[in-house]
């Protein structure tokens, strides 16, 4: 369930100053939102909890790092700010909020931004903080350490698409490509693929851009996908049933050797270890209520 207010849906509820913890319409709660079941792994601009006490990310302003932690629901902007003297800072750890183990991280050489032209990095359109790649050859990772995580699985990510990449834009990689999220040739569709059949997620990657999306994908044992593109079903195949393996990363991933072009920006990324589409509708409500995607 969630709330909306004129167009816009809440993320915090306060009685004076203080916060509300829970806010029920009958013997409805309708916050916070019901997140369903618990992600493996999960990775976000916003708190997995609105209790959640851990650190968000860590970030680099060209001299020394900063933890960046959450307040009062969000992520704590006025810190970004505050530790910028230049123009720009980078994100060079994300963390992950279930365990704190496994966090996507790189060198600050080759991380995307989270402060960019003065100002904290956003989706599109929209007031929430994203961290954007740029069309730059950054990428963050799992590095040596591997989710080791097969079929069945689910994934859900919130993500912007700033302008058009070339042939395989990525999203998101693993084990070399034998797992992933990207734009499927020169000119073709946004796909999910793990060893079988590219499914679509949408049949048209640069018609893509400009928006704001949320992207569910979800396998059984035997590698059967179905994709969902802001709520509605895009797409449906087998996938294929290959683990996860090696180093898995977000953003610019190497293909082959070589960096592909893909102006995105990720709010949220979150990855189940089963197939989670009985509760998608909860997940995705949460997700939706916070970051508005559509």
């Given at each position: 369930?969630?709330?909306?207010?004129?167009?816009?849906n809440p993320s915090d509820f306060y009685l004076g100053s203080s916060p509300v913890s829970e806010l029920y319409l009958?013997?409805?709660?309708?916050?916070?939102?019901?997140?369903?079941?618990?992600?493996?792994?999960?990775?976000?601009?916003?708190?997995?909890?609105?209790?959640?006490?851990?650190?968000?990310?860590?970030?680099?302003?060209?001299?020394?790092?900063?933890?960046?932690?959450?307040?009062?629901?969000?992520?704590?902007?006025?810190?970004?700010?505050?530790?910028?003297?230049?123009?720009?800072?980078?994100?060079?750890?994300?963390?992950?909020?279930?365990?704190?183990?496994?966090?996507?991280?790189?060198?600050?050489?080759?991380?995307?931004?989270?402060?960019?032209?003065?100002?904290?990095?956003?989706?599109?359109?929209?007031?929430?903080?994203?961290?954007?790649?740029?069309?730059?050859?950054?990428?963050?990772?799992?590095?040596?350490?591997?989710?080791?995580?097969?079929?069945?699985?689910?994934?859900?990510?919130?993500?912007?698409?700033?302008?058009?990449?070339?042939?395989?834009?990525?999203?998101?990689?693993?084990?070399?490509?034998?797992?992933?999220?990207?734009?499927n040739g020169a000119s073709g569709p946004l796909v999910f693929n793990a060893g079988g059949t590219a499914v679509d997620i949408h049949p048209?990657?640069?018609?893509?851009?400009?928006?704001?999306?949320?992207?569910?994908?979800?396998?059984?044992?035997?590698?059967?996908?179905?994709?969902?593109?802001?709520?509605?079903?895009?797409?449906?195949?087998?996938?294929?049933?290959?683990?996860?393996?090696?180093?898995?990363?977000?953003?610019?991933?190497?293909?082959?050797?070589?960096?592909?072009?893909?102006?995105?920006?990720?709010?949220?990324?979150?990855?189940?270890?089963?197939?989670?589409?009985?509760?998608?509708?909860?997940?995705?409500?949460?997700?939706?209520?916070?970051?508005?995607?559509?």
């Amino acid at each position: 369930m969630s709330i909306t207010l004129g167009i816009d849906n809440p993320s915090d509820f306060y009685l004076g100053s203080s916060p509300v913890s829970e806010l029920y319409l009958g013997s409805n709660l309708v916050w916070p939102i019901p997140a369903g079941p618990t992600a493996s792994f999960f990775y976000s601009t916003r708190p997995y909890t609105p209790g959640y006490a851990g650190s968000a990310l860590r970030i680099n302003n060209g001299t020394s790092d900063l933890v960046v932690n959450y307040l009062n629901g969000n992520l704590d902007q006025q810190a970004i700010i505050s530790h910028a003297i230049t123009s720009s800072q980078k994100v060079n750890r994300w963390v992950n909020q279930i365990t704190g183990s496994i966090s996507l991280s790189a060198v600050t050489s080759s991380s995307p931004y989270m402060y960019l032209s003065n100002k904290v990095t956003k989706l599109l359109s929209n007031n929430r903080p994203a961290i954007d790649w740029g069309g730059g050859n950054f990428t963050l990772s799992t590095g040596g350490s591997a989710y080791n995580i097969i079929p069945p699985r689910s994934f859900f990510f919130v993500v912007s698409i700033n302008s058009p990449g070339s042939i395989y834009s990525p999203i998101f990689s693993s084990g070399g490509h034998t797992v992933y999220i990207r734009k499927n040739g020169a000119s073709g569709p946004l796909v999910f693929n793990a060893g079988g059949t590219a499914v679509d997620i949408h049949p048209d990657y640069d018609a893509m851009v400009g928006g704001n999306y949320l992207i569910s994908v979800f396998q059984d044992a035997s590698g059967n996908t179905e994709t969902y593109l802001n709520g509605a079903l895009a797409g449906t195949g087998n996938a294929g049933i290959n683990n996860m393996s090696g180093s898995t990363g977000l953003g610019e991933i190497s293909v082959g050797g070589n960096f592909y072009y893909a102006d995105i920006s990720i709010a949220e990324f979150a990855l189940y270890n089963k197939d989670v589409r009985a509760d998608r509708i909860t997940i995705e409500n949460a997700m939706n209520s916070y970051f508005g995607i559509y």
